[in-house]
C-alpha cells in the first residue's frame, strides 16, 4: 500500500468515526488519557472498556438483572479482580475458562484475565463434562488453569476438572449463599487495588461450532482499525447509544458485539438468559437504538401473541444485527413490517471474521442473502479446481480480509489460496454483488451420483405455507450412497402429511432432491446460539 492509499484510508477512518461520534468534542487531555488508558490495555480487544472509564466515566456502562454499573465502576471491577487473580494462593493462572452467561461476572473476568496477560477460553455455555475436560485438557495443557463459572454449571465443572484438582474455581453467579470462592467476593476483597500490568498480550480464544467434532480453539489477539470503519459504514451504530445484546456473548457473534459496543462506549444491556417479551421491554425501556441476537431470537419475537407484540413499539431501533446461523426470510419480512427496515444480518467466521453484511435494503430484495463484501473484504467463488465461477453459479466461498484468525490452538490453521482462506461454505453471488450461501461444504451429498445441497430442499419446503421450519440433511443409503431426510415444523393448526409435502418438493425440484422421508416436529433442537443441532437429528434417526 502507497503513501497515498494509507492516507486516504486514515482519513476515510477518521470521517467514519466522526460521523458515528467516535471521535467528538473533548478536551485534549481527555484523549490523551484515552489513549494511555488504551495502551496500558495493549490496545487488546478490552481496551474499549479502558477507553470508556474515561470518556465517560459516570455514564451507564452495563445494565443486568442486578442493577447499573458506570464504566467507572466497570474499570474499577477489573481491575480489583485482577488483583485478586494475581493473589491466589497458587499464583495468577495464564489460562482462564470462562463458562457464564451474559451478566457483570463475564465483563468482570473478561478485563480483568487481559489486564494480568492470561488468554481468555470462551466456553460454551451448554457444554457436557467431558467435552469441557477435553477442551480444557487441551487448551490449558502445561499451563496454570482457572475456571470461572455461573453456580447453575457446577456440576459440569466437578465433571470437567476432576483429573485437574489444581485447577482454581471462581463462581461468576450465584442465586444462593455459597461458600465457594465468588467473583463478587474477590472484587470487594481487593478494592482498590491495581493489578501489576502484564507486558504480555493475552488472547481470546473462541471456540468454533464444532460441527465435526469437538470444537477446536481459534485465537483472536487484536482488532485492526479497519473493521471499525467497515462496520460504522454499513451499520448504523452511534456513540454513547444504549444497545440491547441478547446474543451470548460467550459465542463470537455475541463476543464481538461486546467488544465492540465498549469501544463506541455505548450503554450495554442484557440478561442471563434470552426470553423474547423480556428483551423487546429492554429495548422500549432504556430507548436502545441497538439489539444485538442470533437469528432464531427473531423467530421467538415474532412467534409472540400479536396483542403482545402490539404492548411494545420498538421505534428507538436503528439496527437490529444477527449473525451465526441463517435467518428465515418470511421472519426477516414480518419482522421489519412490525418494527421498521432495521435488520442487518451479518455473514461471519469464528476464523475469518466479518466477511458480508446484508443492509435492509438488500434483504427487502432478497430476504435470505448473506449480504454484499464488508468494506476490506474479498469474496472469490471457486470450483474444486481453484477457478473463479460465474456470476450465479455455486462453489466454494473463500475470504481475504484483515479480520482473520491467528490459527487454531492446536497450531493448524484453515485451508489458503492465493491469499484467499476457504470459509467452508458453498454458495455463489447474483448480479448484484450479493452473497447467497447455500451450505457448508461437507453438507453436500452425493444421491444417486447428483449432488445434492440439503438448503435447496430447507427453502423449497419453507414455501409450502403449511411449514414453519424446516432442516434437510443427509443420511447413509445402501442403494443411492445417500439420501436426504427432512425434518419439519407445522405452524400452529397446519395439516399438512409428510406425503403432501414430498410432493411439494417434487412439484419445484428434481426428482433425486425429493426427500425419502419427512418427519413433523414439534420443534427443531437447537444450540443455545440458535443452530439447529444436526447431530441430535441423526441420532434421532439412527434410533427410529
Given at each position: 500500500?502507497g503513501?497515498?492509499?494509507?492516507?486516504?484510508?486514515?482519513?476515510g477512518?477518521i470521517?467514519t468515526m466522526?460521523?458515528?461520534?467516535?471521535?467528538?468534542?473533548?478536551?485534549?487531555d481527555?484523549?490523551?488519557?484515552?489513549?494511555?488508558?488504551?495502551?496500558r490495555?495493549?490496545?487488546?480487544?478490552?481496551?474499549?472498556f479502558?477507553?470508556?472509564?474515561?470518556?465517560?466515566?459516570?455514564?451507564?456502562?452495563?445494565?443486568?438483572?442486578?442493577?447499573?454499573?458506570?464504566?467507572?465502576?466497570?474499570?474499577?471491577r477489573?481491575?480489583?479482580?485482577?488483583?485478586?487473580?494475581?493473589?491466589?494462593?497458587?499464583g495468577?493462572?495464564?489460562v482462564?475458562?470462562?463458562?457464564?452467561?451474559?451478566?457483570?461476572g463475564f465483563?468482570?473476568?473478561?478485563i480483568?484475565?487481559?489486564?494480568?496477560?492470561?488468554?481468555?477460553l470462551?466456553?460454551?455455555?451448554?457444554?457436557?463434562?467431558?467435552?469441557?475436560?477435553?477442551?480444557?485438557?487441551?487448551?490449558?495443557?502445561?499451563?496454570s488453569?482457572a475456571?470461572?463459572?455461573?453456580?447453575?454449571f457446577?456440576?459440569?465443572?466437578?465433571r470437567?476438572?476432576?483429573?485437574?484438582?489444581?485447577?482454581?474455581?471462581?463462581?461468576?453467579?450465584t442465586?444462593?449463599?455459597?461458600?465457594?470462592?465468588?467473583?463478587?467476593?474477590?472484587?470487594?476483597?481487593?478494592?482498590?487495588?491495581?493489578?501489576?500490568?502484564?507486558?504480555?498480550k493475552?488472547?481470546?480464544?473462541?471456540?468454533t461450532?464444532?460441527?465435526?467434532?469437538?470444537?477446536?480453539?481459534?485465537?483472536?489477539s487484536?482488532?485492526?482499525?479497519?473493521?471499525l470503519?467497515?462496520?460504522?459504514?454499513?451499520?448504523?451504530?452511534r456513540?454513547?447509544?444504549?444497545?440491547v445484546?441478547?446474543?451470548?456473548?460467550?459465542?463470537a457473534?455475541?463476543?464481538?458485539?461486546?467488544?465492540?459496543?465498549?469501544s463506541?462506549?455505548?450503554?450495554?444491556?442484557?440478561?442471563r438468559?434470552?426470553?423474547?417479551?423480556?428483551t423487546?421491554?429492554?429495548?422500549?425501556k432504556?430507548?436502545?437504538?441497538g439489539?444485538?441476537?442470533?437469528?432464531?431470537?427473531?423467530?421467538?419475537?415474532m412467534?409472540?401473541?400479536?396483542?403482545?407484540?402490539?404492548?411494545?413499539?420498538g421505534?428507538?431501533?436503528?439496527?437490529?444485527?444477527?449473525?451465526?446461523?441463517?435467518?428465515?426470510?418470511?421472519?426477516?419480512i414480518k419482522?421489519?413490517?412490525?418494527?421498521?427496515d432495521?435488520i442487518y444480518?451479518?455473514?461471519?467466521?469464528t476464523?475469518?471474521?466479518?466477511i458480508?453484511?446484508?443492509?435492509?435494503?438488500d434483504?427487502?430484495?432478497?430476504?435470505?442473502?448473506?449480504?454484499?463484501?464488508a468494506?476490506?473484504?474479498?469474496?472469490?467463488?471457486?470450483?474444486?479446481?481453484?477457478?473463479?465461477?460465474p456470476?450465479?453459479?455455486t462453489g466454494?466461498?473463500?475470504?481475504r480480509?484483515?479480520?482473520q484468525?491467528?490459527?487454531?490452538?492446536?497450531g493448524?490453521t484453515?485451508?489458503?489460496?492465493?491469499?484467499?482462506?476457504?470459509?467452508?461454505?458453498?454458495?455463489y453471488l447474483?448480479e448484484d454483488?450479493?452473497?447467497?450461501?447455500?451450505?457448508?461444504?461437507?453438507?453436500?451429498?452425493?444421491?444417486?451420483?447428483?449432488n445434492?445441497?440439503?438448503?435447496?430442499?430447507?427453502?423449497?419446503?419453507t414455501?409450502?405455507?403449511?411449514?414453519?421450519?424446516?432442516?434437510?440433511?443427509g443420511?447413509?443409503?445402501?442403494k443411492?450412497?445417500?439420501?436426504l431426510a427432512?425434518?419439519?415444523?407445522?405452524?400452529?393448526?397446519?395439516?399438512?402429511?409428510?406425503?403432501?409435502?414430498?410432493q411439494?418438493?417434487?412439484?419445484h425440484?428434481?426428482?433425486?432432491?425429493?426427500p425419502?422421508?419427512?418427519t413433523?416436529?414439534?420443534?427443531?433442537?437447537r444450540?443455545?446460539?440458535g443452530?439447529?443441532?444436526?447431530?441430535?437429528?441423526?441420532?434421532?434417526?439412527?434410533n427410529?
Open positions: 500500500m503513501l497515498t492509499d494509507s492516507v486516504t484510508n486514515a482519513l477512518l470521517s466522526a460521523r458515528a461520534g467516535v471521535i467528538a468534542p473533548l478536551r485534549p481527555k484523549y490523551l488519557r484515552i489513549v494511555g488508558a488504551m495502551q490495555e495493549n490496545m487488546a480487544i478490552t481496551s474499549g479502558a477507553a470508556a472509564a474515561q470518556r465517560c466515566p459516570d455514564r451507564a456502562g452495563l445494565v443486568d438483572e442486578l442493577g447499573i454499573l458506570t464504566w467507572r465502576q466497570i474499570d474499577r477489573a481491575d480489583a479482580l485482577a488483583a485478586a487473580l494475581q493473589a491466589l494462593p497458587g495468577q493462572p495464564e482462564i475458562g470462562l463458562m457464564a452467561r451474559n451478566h457483570r465483563v468482570d473476568a473478561l480483568a484475565a487481559n489486564r494480568i496477560g492470561a488468554d481468555v470462551l466456553l460454551n455455555t451448554s457444554f457436557a463434562g467431558p467435552a469441557l475436560a477435553e477442551v480444557l485438557e487441551r487448551e490449558g495443557e502445561g499451563r488453569v475456571v470461572i463459572y455461573d453456580e447453575e457446577t456440576e459440569t465443572v466437578d470437567a476438572v476432576a483429573g485437574r484438582p489444581d485447577t482454581t474455581r471462581i463462581v461468576a453467579w442465586d444462593t449463599d455459597t461458600d465457594a470462592l465468588t467473583v463478587e467476593s474477590l472484587i470487594a476483597e481487593h478494592d482498590g487495588r491495581e493489578p501489576v500490568r502484564s507486558m504480555e493475552g488472547r481470546v480464544i473462541l471456540l461450532s464444532g460441527t465435526t467434532g469437538t470444537p477446536k480453539g481459534a485465537k483472536h487484536g482488532g485492526d482499525p479497519s473493521v470503519k467497515a462496520i460504522l459504514d454499513r451499520t448504523p451504530w456513540a454513547e447509544q444504549p444497545v445484546i441478547a446474543a451470548p456473548m460467550f459465542h457473534w455475541g463476543f464481538s458485539q461486546l467488544a465492540f459496543a465498549a463506541m462506549s455505548c450503554t450495554i444491556i442484557t440478561r438468559k434470552f426470553d423474547p417479551e423480556a423487546l421491554e429492554l429495548v422500549d432504556y430507548r436502545a437504538t439489539l444485538c441476537v442470533v437469528p432464531v431470537m427473531f423467530d421467538r419475537i412467534e409472540l401473541p400479536t396483542e403482545v407484540l402490539d404492548k411494545y413499539s421505534r428507538s431501533l436503528r439496527f437490529a444485527a444477527a449473525s451465526g446461523s441463517r435467518m428465515r426470510p418470511d421472519v426477516v419482522f421489519m413490517d412490525r418494527f421498521g432495521v444480518n451479518n455473514y461471519n467466521a476464523e475469518a471474521g466479518m458480508a453484511t446484508a443492509t435492509p435494503r434483504l427487502r430484495a432478497a430476504p435470505d442473502t448473506a449480504g454484499r463484501p468494506e476490506g473484504t474479498e469474496i472469490r467463488i471457486l470450483d474444486t479446481e481453484f477457478n473463479e465461477v456470476t450465479g453459479q466454494g466461498i473463500w475470504v480480509n484483515s479480520t484468525f491467528d490459527g487454531y490452538t492446536t493448524t484453515k485451508d489458503f489460496h492465493d491469499g484467499f482462506m476457504s470459509s467452508g461454505d458453498v454458495g447474483d454483488g450479493r452473497l447467497f450461501v447455500v451450505g457448508r461444504d461437507d453438507e453436500m451429498i452425493v444421491s444417486g451420483g447428483e445434492v445441497y440439503p438448503i435447496e430442499v430447507e427453502k423449497t419446503l414455501t409450502h405455507p403449511d411449514v414453519a421450519e424446516a432442516t434437510v440433511l443420511v447413509d443409503d445402501e443411492f450412497g445417500q439420501r427432512a425434518f419439519v415444523v407445522l405452524n400452529p393448526g397446519a395439516a399438512a402429511t409428510p406425503e403432501t409435502l414430498k411439494h418438493v417434487r412439484d425440484l428434481a426428482n433425486y432432491k425429493v425419502r422421508e419427512i413433523v416436529l414439534d420443534e427443531l433442537p444450540s443455545i446460539t443452530k439447529i443441532s444436526r447431530k441430535d437429528l441423526k441420532e434421532r434417526l439412527e427410529a
